[in-house]
């Protein structure tokens, strides 16, 4: 399973489960029987979360199901909202993007009639926000098959970086930043497969979103790191390939084509290991 999809299980069951007790507290013994209902609708929709997150099939229609059940419920307060906005997160993550979208459908609607004015603006704004993020996905998936394109300023010596070096070559394109602890930690599994495969035509390209140039400088120098570092000033890449967040990555063919996108981890290293076996580097490839 991706790290992605594993990491954003936790939070998103962290999110919904530890809202029950504030919530039962609030309501007092007096309406026990209204919590529980409650606990056992959120318990339902938990559970198909985790049936999305583990890759069960035909999941969509009963995790939809069991959000309206959740949705339905009086009163009407954030914790929906939260569980609308995960909900929506994890069908993106598995690439449903109408099931994520007829998800921020039902919580506008919802929401709207809502008589705290506060919350309905709240809402507004989350399934706003929540749109954007769809669009960027989308945006982001519709390159895979397509030439990708890069520019930039080359980080060690603030020279112009040239794409067409790199044609003929694996290329995992990164983008990430010091800043991000989850860039960070990926570090390594990079690292490994770029020992590994450099020698075979694989190559990295880093594309910093860093603003602190001197800091990002320390970094590569005391990580020792090997592949060229682009800063992506003003981000118009990022904005370009619907970057939403980092680590965000794309694996480009020896054909300056896109093959996938957001490998990491183990992920990273089985698929690199099926594209360099089925594209294998010319017999009188230069070796870098």
Same mark, same amino acid.
């Given at each position: 399973m991706p790290y992605s999809r594993v990491l954003l299980g936790?939070? &998103?069951?962290?999110?919904?489960?530890?809202? $029950?007790?504030?919530?039962v507290g609030q309501q007092g013994a007096a309406d026990v029987g209204q919590a529980l209902k409650r606990a056992e609708v959120r318990k339902a929709l938990i559970a198909q979360?985790?049936?999305a997150l583990q890759g069960k099939k035909d999941v969509v229609p009963k995790l939809l199901e069991? @959000?309206?059940?959740f949705l339905a419920l009086e009163p009407l307060d954030r914790e929906q909202l939260a569980a609308?906005?995960? *909900?929506?997160?994890?069908?993106?993550?598995?690439?449903? @993007?109408?099931a994520a979208e007829a998800i921020y459908d039902r919580v506008a609607n919802r929401f709207a009639k809502a008589e705290d004015q506060q919350l309905a603006e709240l809402a507004r704004q989350v399934v706003e926000f929540g749109r954007e993020q769809l669009a960027a996905a989308r945006k982001k998936l519709e390159i895979v098959g397509q030439p990708l394109e890069l520019s930039g300023t080359v980080v060690a010596d603030g020279s112009k970086f040239d794409w067409?070096?790199?044609?003929?070559?694996?290329?995992? &394109?990164? @983008?990430?930043?010091?800043? *991000?602890?989850?860039c960070v930690a990926e570090l390594p599994n990079v690292r490994a497969a770029y020992d590994k495969y450099h020698a075979q035509g694989f190559d990295v390209v880093a594309i910093s979103l860093d603003d602190d140039v001197a800091a990002l400088k320390q970094f590569l120098a005391e990580r020792?790191? $090997?592949w060229t570092n682009l800063r992506d000033e003003g981000h118009p890449l990022a904005e370009k390939y619907g970057i939403n967040a980092i680590p965000s990555t794309f694996l480009v063919g020896r054909d300056g084509k896109v093959l996938h996108v957001d490998l990491r981890g183990e992920r990273l290293l089985e698929q690199l290991a099926e594209v360099m076996k089925s594209q294998p580097a010319e017999e009188n490839e230069e070796k870098p």
């Open positions: 936790w939070t &998103v069951l962290a999110a919904v489960a530890l809202v $029950p007790v504030a919530v979360i985790e049936a069991a @959000f309206d059940a609308g906005n995960a *909900c929506a997160q994890v069908l993106q993550q598995l690439g449903d @993007f109408k067409s070096k790199y044609r003929g070559k694996v290329v995992l &394109v990164d @983008f990430w930043a010091t800043w *991000c602890g989850p020792k790191i $090997p």
